[in-house]
């Protein structure tokens, strides 16, 4: 059985792995991490408001806010009136956003592809599949 030490050892060591890996995929990265968040939230959920991808992201509105207006000013993110409730505006991506974030994507999931099958066993991308799963259940405490 686990002890509070074993888990203070492990939290420290994934802590600083997942931190590794984030630089390491920020490197490979077109966008700042906040800007990259919103676009691929954008893309995967649809349309929102400022306060919900906010709220999703664990930042203030007004960072939000701040986002979502440069993003606006490139080009990648357009606003519209919200059907259902005119009193709220809704976020979606542009078509440029889409293209840009999609060479992104292809960027980034390409160096990690390349070096999951480059440096890892079938055996170790199972147990990195597995490994998934539980970090993703992390992000949602």
């Keep these: 059985m ?3 030490t074993d888990s203070g050892v492990l939290a420290s060591e994934l802590r600083v792995v997942l931190g590794r890996l984030m630089r390491r995929l920020r490197a490979e990265h077109a966008f700042s991490l906040s800007h990259g968040a ?16 906010a ?26 009136p919200d059907e259902t409730d005119g009193r709220k505006t809704l976020l979606e ?25 480059e440096s890892f066993s079938a055996s170790e991308r199972q147990t990195l599949k597995r490994a998934v799963s539980l970090l993703a259940r992390l992000t949602e405490l």
């Excluded at 991506?93 to 099958?117: K, N, Y």
């Design 93 to 117: 991506l542009t078509a440029e956003g889409r293209r840009v974030l999609s060479e992104d994507r292809q960027r980034r999931e390409g160096w990690l592809a390349e070096a999951l099958d």
């Design 2 to 4: 686990p002890t509070a």
């Design 55 to 80: 709220t999703a992201e664990r930042v203030r509105p007004q960072s939000m806010g701040q986002t979502l207006a440069e993003l606006e000013t490139q080009g990648l993110v357009s606003r519209r």
């Design 38 to 53: 919103a676009l691929g939230r954008l893309d995967r959920e649809g349309p929102q408001t400022t306060v919900a991808l």
